[in-house]
């Protein structure tokens, strides 16, 4: 079997309308303080994983939970994707940190996002 590129889901971005009343329902849910806070990203790390809460769908404008599958080179990844059928929504940044993100749809519109930390 080869190996893989993907690293499995790691990080999960969640759209809240209140910011402070979701970051206590998380807290209270994961058993740890955020990470990260500020007035439009609260992050929390837990169990291996990063859960981030954006206000208002941050600037993605999400509805819905978004999934990061961490992967070691996000360029090679978004090509091969795109190859079988995939649309690329979200080119690939840097969103600092040396952290680039990118997001793709599948075939019916499911957004899924790539995460490479360098």
Known sequence: MANSSTQGIRTVLHPVSDLASATAVYEALLGVPPTDESVY?????????????????????LTAPLTYWHVTDIEAKLAELSAVGATVTEAAHDVGGGRLVATVADPDGNLLGLLQDR
């Open 41 to 61: 990203y609260v992050g929390f790390n837990a169990a291996g994983q990063h859960i981030g809460l954006v206000p208002g769908g941050g600037p993605q404008g």
